[in-house]
């Protein structure tokens, strides 16, 4: 029997203490040894529930004691996971973990320190909740190039776009029923202000080449200036508005970004909604894979933590390779990169908007005095020197 500890007894920590015990007889099927939770770590008394039998609260109890083999460290944030995660490395046991600011932050140092040790840092659960993703890079797609990876990475603002495009309801509306609904937290920022997408679309960036990317060097911009009117535009185009977290290789050059994205029905992430996230990934031989599901939820990422666990556990006293050099990959300027732009401006006067912009494609009929448009393909660039020159712009929106 390989013995864990899970760190945290939160939404994800009670998550997987439910996970290996309901589907002992399942794994025990698929790893005859079987994972038996030894502990769990939390400052708080949980009575009459089962996990106060295994219920503690000293840190150095799990990182003194040999038998336990793989820490699950599921309490989020960096301090102080970062050091129960690194002691627990340095003993030499295995840890996964769904905690995606501390591998944004720390993962090639963690990565470098479970290898010197023999055991591994893993994190599936950190990017796609459920969604298998890092694995996927890992290993079915370490013989491509990556081109580029396009996410739906946070099912908070894919819930909240899903509900203003099908029910014409106002942002600051739908963002009360989200956090009615527990899909939103209090201080909704690090989800509507694309910072969650962002660290995420790091790490997988990270992966794709091998190299660190920090989630600051990331153009981030967020759903909060998204209006119902232009859900009715974005219907006009025969499209919808999602929050894309995007990284591209092109010319030896890598660009990322988090921005609200116009997407036409021919991209597979058209149609994911609600709280589902999704993740399009392109080879340069095998062309796009998908990868589909809850990107959150406390059994979805329960789940892929404990998949990683029984990694861990095959390879006890192995270093499980995770390519993610601490040298640092150069995201070029969002300057330079090229797509067509959906501008809004207060005025209807095409043949002005022609003279500036180009041979643009005019949206009318939406609300009176005012239109829209798509550009022609031009750089970040020339489309904000464009716009300057022009005034007037009421929003901007990038095309997919």
């Not at 030894?38 to 008394?45: A, H, S, T």
């Not at 859900?231 to 025969?238: D, E, I, P, Q, T």
Request: net charge negative.
């Amino acid at each position: 029997m390989i013995k864990t500890a899970i760190l945290g007894y939160g939404t994800v920590g009670s998550g997987v203490f439910e996970v290996i015990r309901k589907n002992k007889d399942v794994i025990r099927n698929k790893f005859a040894e079987g994972l038996e939770v030894k502990y769990v770590l939390d400052l708080r008394d949980f009575e009459d529930d089962p996990v106060s039998e295994v219920l503690v609260h000293d840190i150095d109890i799990i990182i003194n004691d040999p038998e336990v083999a793989i820490v699950c460290e599921t309490m989020g944030g960096v301090k102080p996971a970062y050091d129960f995660t690194r002691r627990a490395l340095e003993s030499g046991k295995s840890v996964c973990t769904s905690n995606k600011e501390l591998v944004e932050k720390h993962g090639p140092e963690l990565l470098q320190i479970a290898k010197a040790h023999n055991c591994s840092y893993l994190f599936e659960a950190s990017v796609g909740g459920g969604i298998p993703i890092i694995r996927p890079l890992r290993t079915s797609l370490a013989q491509e190039e990556i081109l580029s990876i396009t996410g739906i990475l946070n099912g908070t603002t894919n819930y909240i776009l899903t509900k203003m495009e099908t029910e014409g309801l106002a942002f600051d509306d739908v963002l009360k029923r989200a956090q009615e609904k527990g899909y939103a937290e209090k201080n909704p920022d690090a989800d509507v202000l694309g910072y969650d997408a962002c660290r995420k679309i790091a790490i997988l960036t990270s992966l794709a080449y091998g190299r660190n990317v920090s989630y600051s060097d990331i153009t981030t911009e967020g759903i909060t200036n998204i209006k119902d009117i232009d859900f009715a535009y974005a219907k006009k185009l025969g499209a919808t508005i999602k929050l894309f977290a995007k990284s591209v290789k092109k010319n030896d050059k890598y660009y990322a970004i988090v921005a609200p994205f116009i997407v036409s029905p021919e991209n597979p992430l058209f149609s994911v909604n609600g709280v589902f996230n999704a993740i399009l990934v392109n080879g340069n031989m095998g062309g796009e894979t998908m990868y589909y599901g809850k990107g959150a939820g406390k059994l979805a990422t329960a789940s892929a933590v404990v998949s990683d666990v029984l990694d861990c556990a095959r390879h006890i006293g192995k270093h499980l390779e995770v390519r993610w050099d601490a040298d640092k990959l150069e995201i070029s300027p969002i300057d330079g990169a090229v797509r067509r732009f959906f501008v809004r401006v207060s005025d209807t006067d095409e043949t002005r908007i022609r003279s500036v912009f180009g041979d643009i494609d005019m949206v009318t009929g939406v609300a009176d005095g005012e239109c829209g448009f798509v550009t022609p393909e031009m750089t970040e660039k020339e489309y904000r020197e464009k716009a300057g020159q022009y005034g007037n712009v009421i929003g901007m929106i990038r095309m997919d």
